[in-house]
């Protein structure tokens, strides 16, 4: 074959590898679930939950897992990590300066998006779930702590999410707050998977872990024990999973870890 003929079939056979422009197929990638860590009360271990149970799913999915900071008012996702003043953080991508790939962090093998401590404007509502989407198909997982509270930013951040977890603690008052978490997530139709009671301290003023399921009427899916460990391991900017592994709370995120990367992986 002579070199004429060998470019025309060269190109002929490029034109057969061009995509067509039928309409064919389309393969849809898998998107990471969204999963988010809500309660109107504050303090009640929303932020020391996610950073625990996403380093523990992390580290059983090998990575793939990404765990933002959307309490966008009082950022402190950080603290857990080490990370006291990040350079790159979700108030960038928001404020459109930063794509968000380029705001992801890397904490051993865990993926996380921080906020600024150092924002002192008012967080204006945030279209958190176009913020994530170009995220989605590169992760399995993408978990999303919130604000305590029930405004603007906890909604826009609970409608991001596929399903949510609650965060209580074994006393009536802190339940009864929870209700309105309910509430919310019910009236935006939003799945919830089940409710973490944090901080057990099995006080005989406490309300026992069944009628704490009765008033709520969802699922417990962990109950983490009030633990020394989970304040040494907040104040030394380590997760406890990884700061005491053996301590009774880093026990129980763990065994939540798990349980998640299993709901993740069947869904
Ligand atoms: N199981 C636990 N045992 C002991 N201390 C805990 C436990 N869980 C959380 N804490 C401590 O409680 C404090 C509040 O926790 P955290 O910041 O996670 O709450 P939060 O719900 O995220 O608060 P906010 O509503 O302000 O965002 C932290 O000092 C943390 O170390
Ligand atoms: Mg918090």
Redesign the pocket.
């Known amino acids: 074959m002579g070199a004429g003929a060998q470019k025309a079939k060269s190109r002929e056979l490029l034109s057969l590898l061009k995509p067509s422009k039928e309409p064919g197929i389309e393969i849809k990638q898998k998107r990471a679930m969204i999963l988010g860590v809500f309660?109107c009360k504050?303090?009640?271990?929303?932020?020391?939950t996610l950073a625990n149970v996403s380093l523990s799913m992390s580290q059983l999915s090998k990575g793939n897992v990404l765990a933002i900071d959307a309490?966008l008012s009082?950022p402190?996702l950080g603290l857990h990590f080490g990370e006291l003043d990040p350079k790159l953080t979700i108030h960038d991508a928001l404020a459109g300066e930063v794509p968000v790939e380029k705001v992801i962090l890397d904490y051993h093998g865990l993926d996380v998006i921080l906020g600024s401590i150092a924002y002192g404007e008012e967080v204006h509502l945030v279209d958190l779930k176009g913020l994530l989407d170009p995220l989605r198909s590169k992760y399995k997982v993408i978990l999303i702590d919130s604000?305590?509270g029930i405004g603007s930013e906890v909604i826009a951040a609970m409608k991001t999410c596929d399903e949510i977890i609650i965060?209580t603690n074994p006393e009536i008052p802190t339940v009864a707050s929870t209700l309105k978490t309910f509430r919310a997530a019910e009236r935006y139709k939003v799945p919830i998977l089940g409710v973490v009671v944090?901080?057990v301290r099995n006080e005989p003023f406490e309300l026992p872990i069944k009628d704490v399921k009765k008033a709520l009427g969802w699922p417990i899916i962990s109950v983490?024990?009030?633990?020394i460990k989970?304040?040494e391991a907040?104040a030394a900017g380590i997760p406890v999973v990884s700061y005491d592994p053996k301590s009774p709370?880093a026990v129980e995120f763990r065994k939540l870890g798990e349980f998640l990367a299993k709901h993740v992986a069947k869904s």
């Open positions: 309660s504050g303090g009640v271990g929303k932020t020391t309490n009082a402190n604000a305590p965060v944090n901080k983490i024990p009030e633990d989970v304040r907040t709370a």
